[in-house]
C-alpha cells in the first residue's frame, strides 16, 4: 500500500462539520464526519453479516444521498460496489446479476417489480431497499461508531464494477480499482484546478463512471462540497447552480443545449461558476458561444470507463481557438497514436488512441479474453481513432468500430458529420455505414432540422458536393425528429442501423 485508501478519516479530523454532499431533493446532508461515522458503522455491519472484502454489493437506485455511505463504507471494508443501470430490462439485468454474482443488493422500491422479473434476485442472499437503509442510517448519523480497518486491502483491490454501455455488443465490467480512484482524483484535481472550496451540482448517473469520476470522487478526495440531484431537469439545474453558487459542473453538450433553451436561461445568473466540463461528444460552436456570453466558459475533454475517466482535457481559453479538439493528455497518463500494425503514427495522421498509466482499468470483471484483446502489454486500445496537429492537440476522428469501407477507402463518420454540423439548418446529425451492393458499405445521415428549417435529402447532398470526397458523401439521407440517445446523453448508432435494417426488410 503506497498511499491512504480511506479518504475520510482524513477529512473527518480536518474538516469533520463541513457538509460534504447534500440530497437536492430531500434537503438532506452528511458532513465528512458523518460520512466516515457511518461508513464505519455499515462497514461493520456488513463484516458481522458476512458481506467481505472482494463481495459483490449490486445497487439499483436512482441517484441517492445513500450511495454515498456506501462509498465510504466500501473505501474502509473492500466490499466492491455494482452500480447498475436502473433502465435495463429484467433480460438485462438477469445477465449483470449472473456475471457480478453479488452477495447483497440494495434496490430501490419502485424497481422491486422489475427485479422480482429476474431469475436471480430471489436468490440473493442478502435484501434492502434502499430507502430502509437510508431511513435506519438517518437515525444514527449523530452517533459516533468504532473505526473499522481491512489490513488486507490492496492499491489493486476494485472498489467498483462499472458496466460498460453495451451498445456495439455484451456489456462488459470494467473492474475500477483503488489504484485508479485516487491517480484519476489527481488528474482531475490538477487539470481543473480543484480546490476544498469548490462546490458542484451533480446529476449524471451514479450507475456510470461519468456520474461518480468527474465530478464526485475528485471532489471528496479534496474535501470539497457536492449537491446532488436525482435526475436532469434543465430549469432546476440551473436554479441549483445558483441557489448553491457552484463553481464546476459536469454535462454533455445536449444537456447544455437543454438549458440553454429553458425558458430559465436568460434570468439565470451563474456569477460563481469558473467553467463547465463537457464530455461524450464534441460541443458545436454556437452553443460554445451561447455559454461564453452568459459569462460561462466550456472545459471539453476525454474520458472512458476503463481509463479513469479524466484522459484530457481542453482549456477553456482554448474552447473556440481548438474547437473539435479534446486537448491535451493529462498529467498522470501516456498515449500512443498508432496504426494497424502497432506503429506510431506522425503528427496529423489518424491512428488509434492508446492510453497507460495508473488511472487505467487492470481489464475486465472474469473476462479474460476481453482483457487480452484490449490490451498490449501495458497499453490500453481505447477503439478510438485519433490525430494531433502541429500544437500537440488531439482530435477525436471516430470510433474505429464507426469506421466503414466504402470501394476500399476507410470513411470516418465522424469527420462527415462535423461538415455536416456546419449546415444553418442543422440541429443534430449522426452519419452510419450500411451495406451497399456496388460499394461494399456506403453511408447514410440521419439529420435532425432545427426548429422551422426545411431541408430535402438532394439539399444535403449538393451541400456535400465539392467539399468531401466523393466517397465520404452520404448516399441516403433520412430526417427523423430526434437521434436515438443512450442514458449518458450519446447518440446511440447501434439503434439508427437498426431502424435502417427494419426499413430495408
Known amino acids: 500500500m503506497t498511499y491512504r485508501l480511506d479518504w475520510f478519516e482524513k477529512w473527518a479530523d480536518y474538516s469533520p462539520e463541513k457538509v460534504a454532499v447534500k440530497e437536492s431533493e430531500s434537503g438532506r446532508t452528511l458532513t465528512y464526519r458523518q460520512l466516515n461515522d457511518l461508513g464505519n458503522r455499515v462497514a461493520g455491519e456488513w463484516k458481522t453479516e458476512g458481506l467481505l472484502h472482494g463481495d459483490r454489493l449490486v445497487i439499483l437506485a436512482e441517484n441517492t444521498l445513500d450511495y454515498f455511505t456506501l462509498f465510504s463504507a466500501a473505501e474502509k471494508s473492500g466490499v466492491i460496489l455494482v452500480p447498475l443501470n436502473y433502465r435495463l430490462s429484467p433480460r438485462e439485468l438477469d445477465d449483470l446479476l449472473a456475471d457480478c454474482t453479488p452477495k447483497a443488493i440494495l434496490y430501490e422500491e419502485k424497481f422491486r417489480q422489475v427485479l422480482d422479473k429476474t431469475s436471480r434476485f430471489s436468490s440473493l442472499e442478502m435484501k434492502e431497499t434502499i430507502e430502509a437503509f437510508g431511513s435506519r442510517l438517518d437515525e444514527v448519523k449523530a452517533q459516533k461508531s468504532t473505526p473499522v480497518s481491512c489490513p488486507e486491502l490492496s492499491e489493486d483491490d476494485p472498489l467498483f464494477i462499472l458496466y460498460t454501455s453495451g451498445t456495439t455488443g455484451t456489456p462488459k465490467g470494467s473492474l475500477y480499482t483503488y489504484k485508479m480512484l485516487t491517480w484519476n482524483s489527481f488528474n482531475t484535481t490538477m487539470r481543473l484546478d480543484i480546490t476544498s472550496s469548490d462546490r458542484s451540482v451533480t446529476c449524471m448517473p451514479l450507475f456510470h463512471t461519468g456520474g461518480w469520476n468527474v465530478i464526485p470522487t ?288
Open 218 to 505: 475528485p471532489f471528496l478526495h479534496r474535501g470539497a462540497y457536492i449537491c446532488l440531484t436525482r435526475k436532469f431537469d434543465p430549469e432546476q439545474i440551473l436554479k441549483l447552480l445558483q441557489e448553491e453558487e457552484a463553481t464546476m459542473f459536469v454535462a454533455v453538450p445536449t444537456m447544455l443545449q437543454l438549458m440553454a433553451n429553458s425558458p430559465a436561461f436568460p434570468s439565470a445568473r451563474l456569477f460563481s461558476m469558473k467553467y463547465f466540463i463537457i464530455g461524450g461528444e464534441p460541443m458545436p460552436l454556437p452553443l460554445i458561444k451561447k455559454w461564453h456570453q452568459k459569462g460561462v466558459p466550456v472545459r471539453q475533454g476525454y474520458g472512458l470507463t476503463e481509463a479513469g475517466p479524466s484522459v484530457t482535457s481542453l482549456h477553456q481559453d482554448d474552447a473556440i481557438r481548438k474547437m473539435g479538439s479534446i486537448g491535451k493528455i493529462n498529467f498522470y497518463l501516456d498515449y500512443r497514436i498508432v496504426d494497424e500494425g502497432g506503429n506510431q503514427v506522425k503528427p496529423g495522421e489518424v491512428g488509434e488512441f492508446l492510453l497507460s498509466g495508473p488511472s487505467v482499468t487492470p481489464g475486465y470483471w472474469k473476462n479474460e479474453e476481453a482483457t487480452k484483446l484490449t490490451f498490449t502489454e501495458n497499453w490500453f486500445h481505447t477503439g478510438d481513432l485519433v490525430k494531433t496537429d502541429e500544437e500537440g492537440f488531439i482530435f477525436v476522428i471516430d470510433r474505429k468500430k464507426n469506421m466503414y469501407i466504402s470501394g476500399g477507402e476507410n470513411v470516418y463518420p465522424g469527420e462527415i458529420e462535423k461538415f455536416l454540423y456546419t449546415h444553418d439548418s442543422v440541429k443534430e446529425v449522426a452519419v452510419i455505414g450500411v451495406p451497399d451492393e456496388k460499394w461494399g458499405e456506403a453511408g447514410k445521415a440521419f439529420i435532425v432540422l432545427k426548429e422551422g428549417f426545411s431541408l430535402s435529402e438532394n439539399q444535403i447532398l449538393t451541400f456535400c458536393q465539392g467539399n468531401l470526397a466523393k466517397y465520404k458523401i452520404p448516399k441516403s439521407v433520412q430526417f427523423l425528429p430526434e437521434l436515438p440517445k443512450s442514458d449518458t446523453g450519446k447518440i446511440n448508432k447501434k439503434k439508427l442501423l437498426e431502424l435502417h435494417q427494419s426499413q430495408i426488410k
